[in-house]
């Protein structure tokens, strides 16, 4: 141990002496395949049948691979995809086979002396600091970079500055946000054609005489269909548009019994009585902690649960957060029916939907 | 790859067709007609059949339900007003069938929610509860086989046959709308979810096509109806094709571990993956067996 | 190089006896490549380089070859994979998916798992691959951690360590994204929901991430880069860098007879270290085989192409994300709005801050701990876990945290497989993330003490051998051994721990101000990290109880020739 003979850090106290002394390496002992050739024999078939097995393996492999059907009609073994097996169990097997066989040869037939090795301390030698010194110095005087700070604070100030075409380049990434996080599709109905609540994947508009109590309704707006409707080009509604749209406008549509329902107030204190038909609520469906897609209700206590963080909104009592991270309520979406009787978004949301953002708050702005 | 056989627009093609209107109108009338003479004479045995039905159904709830629900299925409410055993007079027929029917109820002991366990009572005593809970008032009645019959998708893409094809459509919509509504109570693969207050949402994989549809229709517990104007028959047959397809289809790619998603994926990656690596580290680095011998001694 | 030089290596080389002619042309090459390369210097070198042999040195390696793996695989699953957000209805083989839209993405990562044969089996064996690459990385810091292998001179070594850990979660992070299933696309919404949430550039840096509004058409080609080209080549970098470090290091070695910090006692590289590691890649790779053979994962045409309305229960992000989102998960609904505008404390605090602060009290670990003990020299010798009880405490006190916030991020699955409520875990686990880690130090450190106290017994009174005496009184002892040389000099083949300063030692340093406050903080804070440890034996120490072990032996086996039932010569 070393520490026998260098004082401690420190420097105040010298470290008593190693109570047992190093016994140094001890004698090499032979493995029984090193002194009996019968066994070192075995060994040395036991590594080639190894690797005859992983080859055995490969083989099987290709046949797995030209044999097994995948696409319109997999090949089935015990309910699961032959193929997928087959080709990994193979493939695998062919792999551990050598990589066993490999260490079994070098436990028991490779040199196994162990040997010793110098260490050197990671610091270089003094006459390299040295030389390395004086070549550093060398150089800077030569460059002339210490006596010339002008140079000097020029080039460091040039060179800053070519950060900034690094960053302003990035600028097209995207457009700015604008006033595109305040707004949803629900806006755009028309005066004498409100926006429809349609079934998601459905697409069918929905009587409020067709929902029972107890009834969730997962919901779109009507326009991502029939964008004509409402005087909305299609274009506005297809790829990734459309995606857009459904991450702000998806919506939850929820029967009670009207008694149950508190009204609360919107953003402007008026009271939300009016917000809703016959006991039928809507809410935003995007979670207000990071954006998750909630629909998991209770119905027999109008709780509505994000699988993701587990944020528990009230939707008896005006989006509420019951539980968990989330900071706010959801947006309730005031509904009524039209002519026919299908029911329809009055307006937009009266607040922005999802996640919480820094400017959120001048939602007055637009 | 084989090509999709399939255009939304031909479904509307065909019913526009004058001919195909005529058709209809016929088979209507066919069906109708048939359909009277085949039940009309029955109908006075039927309703003598219902009337001992409910009655020995009464029986039955009287012992097994009523402690509970109350001898008139009113419901029964604790001293401090909240619900023992729910009111039962307009659950109608399909919430007792799939209750009772995945042994659901009766209940063994009281908690959050009453899981799914061995069925209790014969075929014959679940129909006669059913019908007497129907009896007490208005709901749902028990689904014809023929709603959550995924074998009769109908003539999905017009083609005046009802064959594999429609099917496939009816898969492929019921899938759309299985992920829309279900998946995230249920999870991707049907196998159930956490909610609220120690609530869960059941594994629903396995479950009998009859009892999925009566689930959704009635909303059992805590679940969300998903009443006829909510999720016409149509696409609950969807979804139920959906299920059974998912049930059927092999698992092409190896074992599914409870299919619960990433947390089972990391404990497989930990135990499975890092447990057996180390393993194989600890025996590679292990030392091997020594010999006594000499090297020089052995060769002599 | 003058001509005559070049006609000298000729001669040296060609001199050489060549037995078979399969070592002749060996030789020639050998030969050329010298020539060219001077090849021969470096290898003389390296070839008998020296590493010793032990399994926790081998964590590492499962890293390097699962890295291996992943960039293998991952070539593979490139030559399908179209990293196109462009809506395409699906035509493949999946016959429930048929006619739906999906992104190209999805579409042709179905087509790797339905239509290319191997193509499900090489998916898998990326994704497995990658949540192994993670979590060696983790179990491998952990062993460099809990022997004090990144003391001087590897601390820089540690710090490559901690940011390829960094940079191997992102990079799983954007892998998991790529095929734009409903699971993964509901990982970018809430990472959408981060970047949105953070302090006065939220919004923009989410547009301009997503190249528009989220989810735009813009994610998954950017990641896409990310994750093929920018941040696997970052980590091949490191990886040399670490790889080149470590041989320049040389490996660490556990103490024992012959093992000093001067030298290390080990297999040359060539054959048997060569042999062990190039099997182990072998291993590594077939388990990882048959585990994308065997085990789902990712499932994508169960989930289906990602649509922002819909989710699945049990939304959760592989493992190594899922710290961060348990304490997503636990944090309270906190959020100040004042001035109009608005502080998500509750995605700032899990997302924002936690994940970057753990990772900078990860890199500082080493230089924190040599600041305080104040020592500077260079080790070679490892040291077990338990001879520096405060350091295994802190890492294990961190490992609660993290097991804890990783629990609550599986709070959903527990609350459905334990039959819990998801409320009761996430109140325990509120609490349990600042009260368990505190636990967890305090029984670390006091169990390492105990299992010092155990070794210096087993120093100075033997071993126990298993064989029960009985005194003449009737009363029983357990014989005890003394320890083989070797053994007992491994156990004292540690370092002392020095004597903190004491107050009037620095203040008679002639020190003032804020010296002096640094020092005293210095001696405060080493004399808690040395506390109550159990230093070795001294020789003295050893020598008298060892006297006295052989006198206690004495009289047992006096007793016992005397037999059990008379009598013995010595009076008590």
Same mark, same amino acid.
């Given at each position: ?26 004698? &090499? ?78 436990? @028991?037939?490779?040199?196994? &002396? ?76 028309? @005066?004498? @054609? ?75 204190? @008026? ?96 | ?39 009309? /004479? ?67 002991? /009281?908690?959050?929610?009453? /899981? ?116 016409? /028959? ?67 | ?11 040296? !080389? ?19 490549? =010298? ?79 339905? =239509? ?24 491998? #810091? ?37 095929? =734009? ?108 085989? *048959? ?52 502080? $998500?404390? !509750? ?14 009290? +990860? ?5 924190? %701990?040599?600041?305080?003990?104040? =020592? ?34 599986? !709070? ?16 325990? #686990? ?19 003490? $105990? ?7 087993? +120093? ?30 491994? *156990? ?11 107050? %009037? ?35 003295? %120490? +050893? ?30």
């Amino acid at each position: 141990m070393s520490d026998a003979h260098t004082p401690d850090p420190t420097g105040h106290e010298l470290v008593p002496v190693e109570p047992i002394a190093d016994p140094g390496l001890p004698e &090499h002992q032979w493995r029984p395949t090193d002194v009996d050739p019968a066994k070192e024999k075995r060994a040395e078939r036991q590594v080639a049948t190894l690797f005859g097995l992983s080859a055995v393996c490969v083989v099987l492999f290709l046949v797995a691979y030209f044999t097994l059907d995948i696409g319109d009609n997999w090949h089935v073994v015990f309910g699961f995809g032959a193929s997928t097996m087959a080709l990994g169990f193979t493939l695998g097997l062919a792999l551990l086979l050598i990589g066993v066989g490999i260490i079994h040869w070098a436990r @028991k037939l490779m040199g196994d &002396h162990e040997i010793s090795e110098l260490r050197h301390p990671a610091r270089s030698s003094d006459e390299d600091r040295e030389g390395t010194l004086q070549a550093l110095s060398a150089g800077l005087e030569e460059s002339g970079i210490g006596r010339r700070p002008l140079i000097r604070n020029s080039l460091l100030g040039a060179v800053g500055l070519l950060g900034l075409p690094a960053v302003v380049m990035l600028r097209d990434l995207g457009p700015l946000p604008g006033d595109k996080l305040y707004h949803t599709i629900w806006g755009k109905g028309l @005066k004498d @054609k409100p926006m429809r609540i349609v079934r998601d994947e459905i697409w069918t508009p929905i009587l409020a005489s067709d929902l029972e109590i107890g009834d969730l309704v997962n919901c779109q707006p009507d326009a991502l269909k029939n964008p004509e409707r409402y005087d909305i080009d299609p274009t506005e509604v297809e790829g990734v548009n459309l995606q857009i749209h459904k991450s702000k406008a998806s919506l939850i549509l929820l029967r009670m019994n009207p008694g149950d329902i508190k009204p609360g107030k919107d953003a402007e204190g @008026k009271s939300r009585e009016n917000w809703t038909v016959d006991g039928i609520v809507a809410y935003s469906k995007i979670c207000t902690h990071v954006g998750c897609p909630i629909s998991l209700n209770e119905r027999t206590t109008h709780h509505l649960l994000c699988p993701c963080h587990q944020s528990t909104f009230d939707l008896a009592d005006s989006g509420k957060v019951v539980f968990g991270p989330a900071g706010r309520p959801l947006p309730q979406l005031p509904i009524a029916v039209d002519e026919q009787g299908y029911l329809v978004a009055q307006s937009d949301f009266d607040e922005p939907v999802g996640p919480s953002f820094w400017e959120r708050d001048y939602y007055d702005r637009w | 790859m084989r090509l999709l056989n399939r255009s939304a627009g031909r479904l509307s093609r065909h019913r526009r067709g004058p001919v195909a209107g005529l058709v209809v109108l016929l088979l209507g009338l066919l069906l109708t007609g048939g359909l009277y003479a085949a039940f009309a /004479p029955a109908q006075a045995d039927s309703k003598a059949d219902q009337e001992e039905l409910v009655k020995q159904g009464r029986e039955l709830f009287l012992v097994g339900c009523a402690f509970c629900h109350g001898a008139n299925g009113q419901g029964v409410l604790t001293q401090g007003g909240s619900q023992y055993g729910p009111a039962l007079t307009d659950v109608g027929e399909a919430a007792v069938d799939f209750q009772v029917g995945t042994g659901r109820m009766p209940m063994a002991q /009281p908690g959050t929610q009453v /899981p799914r366990k061995e069925v209790v009572y014969t075929k014959d005593e679940i129909a006669a509860l059913s019908a007497y809970v129907g009896s007490l008032g208005t709901g749902p009645a028990i689904p014809d086989a023929e709603l959550y019959d995924s074998e009769r998708p109908g003539d999905l893409n017009g083609d005046g046959k009802e064959d594999d094809q429609d099917r496939e459509i009816l898969v492929t919509r019921g899938g759309q709308i299985f992920l829309a509504n279900c998946t995230a109570c249920h999870n991707f693969e049907g196998s159930g979810g956490a909610m609220p207050r120690g609530g869960f949402a059941p594994k629903i994989r396995g479950v009998d096509s009859k009892h999925i549809y009566e689930a959704m229709l009635t909303g059992p517990q805590s679940m969300d109806t998903f009443s006829d104007g909510n999720i016409p /028959p149509e696409d609950k047959k969807a979804v139920i094709a959906y299920l059974e397809t998912l049930d059927k289809a092999p698992s092409y790619s190896g074992f599914t571990l409870g299919s619960l998603g990433p947390v089972s994926e990391g404990i497989i990656a930990w135990v499975g993956g890092i447990g057996l690596l180390v393993g194989f580290a600890v025996w590679i680095a292990a030392h091997t067996t020594r010999s006594s011998k000499k090297k020089d001694e052995a060769a002599a | 190089m003058t001509v005559g030089d070049m006609s000298q290596v000729a001669t040296t !080389n060609g001199t050489t006896p060549a037995p078979t002619k399969g070592a002749q042309r060996a030789g020639a090459i050998a030969n050329w490549a =010298d020539e060219r390369l001077g090849l021969g210097t470096a290898m003389k070198k390296n070839l008998r380089k020296v590493f010793p042999d032990h399994w926790s040195f081998m964590l590492g390696e499962i890293a390097l070859w699962s890295f291996v793996v992943l960039l293998l695989t991952g070539v593979f699953l490139t030559l399908w994979f179209d990293p196109s957000m462009t809506e395409v209805h699906y035509n493949g083989s999946y016959d429930p998916a048929r006619g739906r839209e999906m992104s190209s993405a999805f579409a042709s990562t179905m087509e790797i798992s339905f =239509d290319v044969r191997g193509g499900l089996l090489m998916r898998q064996m990326h994704h497995w691959a990658a949540m192994i690459f993670i979590a060696s990385m983790m179990i491998h #810091m952990m062993r460099v951690y809990f022997t004090g292998a990144f003391r001087k001179p590897r601390e820089l070594n540690w710090v490559i360590g901690c940011l390829l850990l960094l940079l191997g979660t992102i990079e799983g992070f954007t892998g998991y994204s790529l095929p =734009d299933d409903l699971l993964s696309g509901t990982g970018v919404r809430a990472a959408d929901g981060f970047m949105k949430a953070s302090p006065v550039v939220g919004s923009y840096m989410s547009f301009f991430l997503f190249g528009g509004e989220f989810p735009g058409d813009a994610i998954i080609p950017r990641f896409y880069v990310m994750h093929i080209l920018l941040i696997p080549g970052i980590l091949l970098g490191l990886v040399a860098a670490h790889m080149l470090l470590l041989v320049y290091h040389k490996h660490t070695q556990w103490p024992g007879p012959g093992r000093t910090e001067e030298n290390v006692v080990g297999y040359p590289m060539l054959p048997v270290y060569m042999a062990k590691a190039g099997g182990f890649f072998f291993i590594v790779f077939g388990v990882i085989t *048959l585990l994308g053979g065997l085990f789902s994962i990712n499932a994508v045409w169960k989930y289906g192409p990602y649509d922002p309305s819909k989710v699945t229960a049990g939304s959760q992000p592989d493992w190594y994300m899922g710290w961060p989102d348990g304490l997503l998960r636990i944090i309270p609904a906190w959020e100040t709005h004042i001035f109009g505008i608005t502080l $998500s404390w !509750n995605v700032m605090i899990p997302i924002l801050v936690m994940p970057p602060l753990m990772l900078m009290i +990860l890199i500082a670990l080493p230089f924190i %701990e040599s600041w305080i003990t104040g =020592d500077k020299r260079e080790h070679h010798l490892l040291q077990r876990p338990r001879n520096a009880p405060t350091r295994t405490a802190i890492m294990v006190a961190l490992m609660t945290f993290y097991g804890l916030s990783w629990a609550a991020g599986g !709070n959903d699955i527990i609350a459905i497989k334990l039959h819990l409520s998801i409320n009761q875990i996430t109140y325990f #686990m509120r609490g349990a993330v600042f009260i368990g880690p505190v636990i967890a130090f305090i029984i670390t450190r006091r169990w390492c003490i $105990s299992l010092q106290r155990h070794d210096e017994e087993k +120093l100075l009174h033997g071993y126990e051998s298993g064989v029960l005496v009985r005194s003449p009184e009737g009363g029983y002892a357990e014989k005890h051994l003394p320890l083989p040389e070797a053994k007992a000099y491994t *156990l004292t083949a540690r370092d002392r721990d020095p004597e903190p300063e004491t107050v %009037e030692e620095i203040e008679a340093s002639g020190l003032a101000g804020r010296q002096v406050r640094v020092r005293k903080l210095r001696a405060k804070l080493q004399a808690l990290f040395y506390a109550d440890n159990v230093q070795k034996p001294t020789a003295e %120490e +050893l020598h008298d109880a060892q006297h006295h072990a052989e006198h206690e032996l004495h009289e047992l086996e006096s007793q016992i020739a005397a037999g059990p039932n008379r009598h013995g010569p010595t009076e008590h």
